[in-house]
């Protein structure tokens, strides 16, 4: 039997330690790469110290949102980059110089590995012992396909969904929706508690068939999951059509270009006035944290082709394929708040 109720006490800080080597990671990361030495010598350009260092935008993005929230660079996104008093402790040859202490962390198995995806911009290729990824798109190997891998990874994600999904349903505005699409759902913990909390809704949980073997057997039984309907789908192929579509922690897996051609096939299965709902983690909009959001940002860079993203970003995604967004982001669980985003001719 699925939890109908969010817990008495917070989680949120047990999610926390999961993702707290992170921090140690991408501090050593921005020892080895010269961060520090570099911005020891003056201030840069964002774009220009990127392009000093060889990286990408996603990594570079990763490291300094990770590397603000720590209160070692400051800056604004596409502006010039300076340290902090804190980050001249990090720069060879200052007087309280601590760089030998951190160079002790640099041959972490961790630190090298995230050293190497921040220099070639790609997820881990093996993240369950096949050297597939976790997530899906036609033409890429992945373990989703497969159905126990994908089983391990609906559980892994289940107990978060639990968590979250009540406090969800008790925000997300579906006073006159009849219809909704959970994409890339997963267990259905969404789509059932949003189901038991409004009686007039029924929902298509769209994902992979693997999926939802895991999400058929999680169900069973569970009040509104009669409402809830398992709909064999790709996020990059046509969707069912609906008054609303859900998209709870999938944006965060995908590039920008892959997310407007998502949000942008949302538009095509709704109606003039249908709604979509982005349920995620959201940076700041000045890309400075919170460090918590920063080192989950690292984590997904890490593991998919994605990265979080902040409200600025997500709202101008939603403008791009034809939304207004709301100005509001009501909280749920777990450091995740939800953005609703209406469609517009």
């Keep these: 039997m699925l939890p109908h109720l969010?817990?008495?006490?917070?989680?949120?800080?047990?999610?926390?330690?999961?993702?707290?080597?992170?921090?140690?990671?991408?501090?050593?990361?921005?020892?080895?790469l010269g961060v520090f030495s570099r911005l020891g010598r003056g201030a840069v350009t964002e774009e220009q110290l990127r392009m000093?260092?060889?990286l990408g935008h996603r990594p570079f993005t990763v490291l300094f949102c990770a590397l603000r929230a720590m209160k070692l660079v400051q800056g604004p996104p596409g502006g010039e980059l300076r340290l902090t008093e804190q980050g001249r402790f990090l720069v060879p040859g200052y007087t309280y110089d601590i760089t030998g202490y951190v160079g002790l962390t640099s041959q972490l198995p961790g630190v090298q590995q995230l050293l190497e995806r921040l220099k070639k911009d790609v997820p881990t290729e093996n993240r369950a012992g096949e050297g597939k990824a976790f997530i899906f798109r036609e033409g890429m190997e992945s373990a989703m396909e497969d159905v126990e891998s994908a089983r391990r990874l609906t559980l892994a994600l289940s107990g978060r969904a639990a968590i979250c999904a009540p406090a969800l349903a008790s925000v997300l505005p579906l006073?006159?929706?009849?219809?909704?699409?959970?994409?890339?759902?997963?267990?259905g913990i969404y789509a059932a508690a949003l189901a038991r909390a409004n009686p007039q809704l029924r929902v298509a949980l769209?994902?992979?068939?693997?999926v939802l073997e895991t999400a058929r057997e999680l169900l069973r039984g569970e009040p509104g999951a009669d409402r809830v309907e398992l709909v064999p789908g790709d996020l990059f192929k046509e969707y069912p059509k609906t008054d609303a579509v859900l998209l709870s922690n999938i944006l965060h897996d995908w590039d920008l270009a892959a997310n407007h051609e998502i949000l942008t096939r949302c538009r095509e299965a709704l109606p003039e006035g249908g709604r979509v709902f982005i349920h995620d983690v959201f940076l700041n909009d000045a890309l400075d944290g919170p460090l918590p959001e920063?080192?989950?940002?690292a984590a997904l860079f890490s593991l998919t082709e994605g990265r979080a993203y902040s409200r600025a970003e997500y709202r101008g995604m939603l403008r791009a394929a034809g939304f207004v967004p709301t100005a509001t982001t009501p909280p749920t669980a777990?450091?995740?708040?939800?953005?609703?985003?209406?469609?517009?001719?």
């Design 334 to 345: 777990v450091h995740c708040g939800v953005l609703a985003a209406v469609k517009v001719n």
């Design 175 to 187: 006073e006159g929706i009849h219809s909704l699409v959970d994409l890339g759902g997963g267990s």
């Design 6 to 32: 969010s817990p008495a006490v917070d989680p949120t800080p047990v999610f926390d330690l999961v993702r707290g080597n992170f921090q140690t990671e991408l501090l050593a990361c921005g020892q080895e």
């Design 52 to 54: 000093e260092l060889g």
């Design 294 to 297: 920063a080192l989950y940002s």
């Design 206 to 210: 769209v994902d992979r068939p693997s």
